[in-house]
């Protein structure tokens, strides 16, 4: 079975750029390091290190600030065995075209037709299921805070669903297939999934294109 990343065509354009199918905890860094003052904020934690944490915590998104932060386990790439949408790539933030007080309220998910207006469209990336962690196995191997896990659970997703790699980033060139949304309905809500790309496949091929 092929299990899938879902994704804004926005977020897709970005992975093409950089050739990386990215972490948060990786996209958050790099946030953090593009900051005109990142210098003299390493400089600081560098200098005062059993402050670190708190001086980091000042410039963090808020969402990113407690104990649900993404930053306090390992950084995890999220696949989903649903053939059809996984809703916790409906959780906003803004890198999904969420805005700051969405990304702050923990609680906050949009539907799948507010993240493909959002996002200019969606894609989703697959890779075999042999190839990824199972729910349980992936949070250990993650370090997932108990009250993060529990906390997942009450956002009612199937946890038979989720997969994932404990990993800051995938190179676009291991991703199996891609597929992007294509709707049948002006108003978006009615469609399906079509391949446009097979990266691996690509890569491996002996014949040029």
Aim: glycine residues 6%.
């Amino acid at each position: 079975m092929i299990c899938w990343h879902y994704t804004t065509q926005n977020n897709y354009d970005k992975i093409v750029e950089s050739g990386l199918l990215k972490s948060e905890n990786l996209l958050i860094a790099e946030r953090l390091k593009a900051r005109p003052d990142w210098p003299e904020i390493e400089a600081r934690m560098k200098a005062e290190p059993a402050k670190a944490e708190a001086i980091l915590c000042d410039i963090l998104p808020e969402r990113h600030k407690g104990q649900f932060s993404p930053l306090r386990c390992k950084p995890i790439l999220w696949f989903s065995r649903n053939q059809v949408w996984e809703s916790q790539a409906a959780i906003p933030n803004t890198f999904k075209g969420g805005t700051a007080e969405e990304e702050a309220n923990i609680m906050a998910q949009l539907t799948q037709l507010e993240m493909c207006e959002r996002g200019n469209g969606l894609v989703r990336l697959g890779l075999r299921e042999e190839e990824l962690l199972k729910h349980g196995e992936l949070m250990i191997r993650a370090g997932v805070p108990l009250p993060v896990a529990l906390w997942a659970r009450l956002q009612s997703y199937n946890e038979h669903n989720v997969m994932g790699l404990v990993a800051e980033s995938l190179p676009l060139s291991q991703i199996d297939v891609v597929e992007k949304f294509v709707s049948i309905a002006e108003d978006n809500a009615v469609g399906g999934w079509l391949p446009i790309s097979w990266p691996r496949n690509r890569v491996n091929s002996a014949f040029p294109e």
